[in-house]
C-alpha cells in the first residue's frame, strides 16, 4: 500500500469537493470514487466531472489526481423507500430523521471504498460525512466511523485510515477550508460547479446552483452568508 495515496468519496457536491482538493493538498497521488444508487438526479454525477476538471485546470492539482471510479450501486435504491431515490416529497418522519435518510447508505459506500482501495493498493478513504450539519444522519457521526474504520481493518486485515476533515465543520467553515486550500479561485470553482440541492434544480444564486429552497439549498445559503460575513 502506497501511504500517500488517498481514494476521495466524490459525489460532485460541495462537501465532497472540499474533501478532494484536501487530499489533493495532502497526498501525492488521489483517485476519486462515485456510486450510481438510482439518485432521482442524476446531475450530482454529472459534475464530478466539471468539477475535477476545474481543480486540475485552475489549482494545478492535474499531476497529482488519478482515476475516477463510479460503482453501480442501484441495489441501494431498490431496498430504500426514500426521497433521494424515489418521487416523493421531502419530509420529517416520525424517528426524528428526514426521509432523505438512505439506511446504512454511508457504511456500505465505505465498505465498498475499502474493497477498491484494497485493490488499488490506496491507504487512505477520505468522506465528507459531518456531525455538525444535516439531520443527524447515524451514519454520519464520529463513532460509527471510527468503528467501521476498526471492523473494515479487521475484516480486511489492512490497515486503512478513514479520514473525515469535515466532520466538526458547519458549512461556513467548509467554505473557509476551501479558501485555505485554493484561495478565491477554488472557492469560486466550489460554488458554481457544484451541486448540492436535492431537486436538482441549476437555478444561479450567490450561493451556487439550487433550487432555493429544498433542505440541502437551505443550509447552503445559510453557511455561504455566514461564510461571507465572517
Ligand atoms: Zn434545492
Same mark, same amino acid.
Given at each position: 500500500?502506497?501511504?500517500?495515496? %488517498?481514494?476521495?468519496?466524490?459525489?460532485?457536491?460541495?462537501?465532497?469537493?472540499?474533501? /478532494?482538493?484536501?487530499?489533493?493538498?495532502?497526498?501525492?497521488?488521489?483517485?476519486?470514487?462515485?456510486?450510481?444508487?438510482?439518485?432521482?438526479?442524476?446531475?450530482?454525477?454529472?459534475?464530478?466531472?466539471?468539477? $475535477?476538471?476545474?481543480?486540475?485546470?485552475?489549482?494545478?492539482? %492535474?499531476?497529482?489526481? +488519478?482515476?475516477?471510479?463510479?460503482?453501480?450501486?442501484?441495489?441501494?435504491?431498490?431496498?430504500?423507500?426514500?426521497?433521494?431515490?424515489?418521487?416523493?416529497?421531502?419530509?420529517?418522519?416520525?424517528?426524528?430523521?428526514?426521509?432523505?435518510?438512505?439506511?446504512? &447508505?454511508?457504511?456500505?459506500? /465505505?465498505?465498498?471504498? %475499502?474493497?477498491?482501495?484494497?485493490? $488499488?493498493?490506496? *491507504?487512505?478513504?477520505?468522506? +465528507?460525512?459531518?456531525?455538525?450539519?444535516?439531520?443527524?444522519?447515524?451514519?454520519?457521526?464520529?463513532?460509527?466511523?471510527?468503528? /467501521?474504520?476498526?471492523?473494515?481493518?479487521?475484516?480486511?486485515?489492512?490497515?486503512?485510515?478513514?479520514?473525515?476533515?469535515?466532520?466538526? &465543520?458547519? *458549512?461556513?467553515?467548509?467554505?473557509?477550508?476551501?479558501?485555505?486550500?485554493?484561495?478565491?479561485?477554488?472557492?469560486?470553482?466550489? &460554488?458554481?460547479?457544484?451541486?448540492?440541492?436535492?431537486?436538482?434544480? &441549476?437555478?444561479?444564486?450567490?450561493? +451556487?446552483?439550487?433550487?432555493?429552497?429544498?433542505? %440541502?439549498?437551505?443550509?447552503?445559503?445559510?453557511?455561504?452568508?455566514?461564510?461571507?460575513?465572517?
Amino acid at each position: 500500500m502506497r501511504d500517500d495515496s %488517498a481514494l476521495v468519496l466524490f459525489s460532485g457536491g460541495q462537501d465532497s469537493a472540499t474533501c /478532494l482538493a484536501w487530499a489533493l493538498d495532502r497526498f501525492g497521488h488521489v483517485e476519486t470514487l462515485g456510486f450510481d444508487y438510482g439518485q432521482r438526479h442524476v446531475i450530482e454525477l454529472q459534475t464530478r466531472q466539471a468539477m $475535477r476538471d476545474a481543480l486540475c485546470r485552475d489549482a494545478g492539482w %492535474a499531476a497529482k489526481l +488519478g482515476e475516477d471510479h463510479v460503482l453501480d450501486l442501484r441495489a441501494l435504491g431498490g431496498i430504500s423507500d426514500t426521497s433521494l431515490t424515489r418521487d416523493v416529497a421531502i419530509e420529517m418522519e416520525t424517528g426524528g430523521l428526514p426521509n432523505t435518510f438512505v439506511p446504512g &447508505r454511508n457504511l456500505i459506500f /465505505l465498505t465498498f471504498a %475499502a474493497a477498491l482501495s484494497y485493490r $488499488r493498493g490506496i *491507504k487512505n478513504i477520505v468522506t +465528507g460525512v459531518c456531525e455538525t450539519d444535516y439531520s443527524g444522519y447515524p451514519d454520519c457521526r464520529d463513532d460509527t466511523i471510527k468503528a /467501521l474504520q476498526v471492523a473494515i481493518n479487521l475484516g480486511m486485515e489492512r490497515r486503512f485510515v478513514l479520514h473525515t476533515p469535515l466532520m466538526w &465543520r458547519d *458549512k461556513a467553515a467548509t467554505w473557509e477550508l476551501a479558501e485555505q486550500l485554493g484561495g478565491p479561485t477554488l472557492v469560486e470553482a466550489i &460554488r458554481t460547479v457544484t451541486h448540492s440541492c436535492y431537486l436538482g434544480d &441549476r437555478t444561479p444564486h450567490e450561493w +451556487g446552483a439550487g433550487c432555493g429552497t429544498c433542505p %440541502a439549498c437551505e443550509l447552503r445559503a445559510a453557511g455561504w452568508r455566514k461564510y461571507r460575513c465572517n
